[in-house]
């Protein structure tokens, strides 16, 4: 059953100094998203968690996500939940019938209705998820935290507890969109056999096909040219670039590319 509530973001939260510390140093950087899994993990014992932002006149973008043991899999639902999901997201239609801000909605699998979204939570395992709405300037942000099956329910306590994290989480989340977007207008052309080096480079091993695939996603080709280059299929250009980002620790294009140009996260 679906809750809509309006919440205070007073609660007193404990926060390891290390893990709060990471969080603020990674933003603007590829490594945001699982800086803030790690808060978010340490007070909740999250699966999984995302954040998108809404903005007028645009498309709903992913700003941040990481996942515990899904990582492959949960990027591929955050991008169909960006492609069309979002429309039929029962916790973002009830915030508009009733816009509160900030508002927290507790959501179940048994309230999706649409089936190909309720197949996103079924390949994740997740079984109950907390979004937490709140306006920013101009800006719409929910903030998802998810529970995988055989977990408790997400208890008053920890709602309380999420709303605060949640606040605080979406205060950084303008600040490091904008640090991205002025990293990347400063960053060197690089063409696709350059970039290919530096991957080969890289610690974390990639084959030469993950290397071709990887190159141009780096570099901004879409699926569809990358598959039209290498003379293979759309779906192999996908599987190839998950396994990548699961090895590199990424889940997004831009954090690919922050790699390429500025070399590794360095993850404790």
Known sequence: ??????????????????????????????????????????????DHWALFRYRAGDAVKAVAMASRAYQAAAEKNVSFFVNRCYRFDPSLIAYKRHPQSPCIVKMGIGDIYDRQ????????????????????????????VYHAAPRHTFSPTETRLFATLARLIVATASKHEALCERSWANVPHLDIEAIEDRLKELPTRLSKREREVCARAAAGKTIEDTALELDIR?????????????????????????IVYNGPVRVQ
């Open 234 to 258: 759309r779906t192999s250009v996908i599987t190839y670039r998950q396994r990548a980002y699961v090895k590199l620790g990424v889940s997004r294009q831009s954090d690919l590319a922050a």
């Open 1 to 46: 059953m679906m809750v809509v509530s309006p919440v205070r973001c007073d609660t007193r939260v404990a926060l390891r100094a290390d893990t709060f510390a990471e969080a603020v140093h990674a933003v603007g950087t590829a490594g945001y998203g699982r800086a803030c899994f790690r808060v978010l993990e340490q007070v909740l014992d999250v």
């Open 117 to 144: 979204y309720r197949h996103c939570f079924e390949v994740t395992n997740v079984r109950e998820r907390l979004s937490f709405f709140a306006t920013r300037d101009l800006d719409l942000y929910q903030l998802c």
